[in-house]
């Protein structure tokens, strides 16, 4: 891997964790405040966020065997 690739990796992962940690603080505050969201509401609409993931892994790894 070249050094000019590897930086533009490590920047656009960067911008990544940056870009979703601006929204991710906010989110909350506007859900309670705009949508007038319970608490429990709140924690699951963050935790789809995991479940996403696992769901996105398993699908991955069921795939992968394939090709």
Known sequence: MTFTLRLQLSLMMFLEYFIKGAWFVTLGTYLIK????????VANIFST???????????WLCRRPLF
Do not use: K, V
């Not at 705009?34 to 509401?41: D, F, H, K, T």
């Not at 966020?49 to 699908?59: E, I, K, V």
């Open 49 to 59: 966020q995991s479940l996403g993931l696992y769901l996105l892994l398993f699908c």
């Open 34 to 41: 705009s949508l007038n969201a319970s608490g429990m509401e």
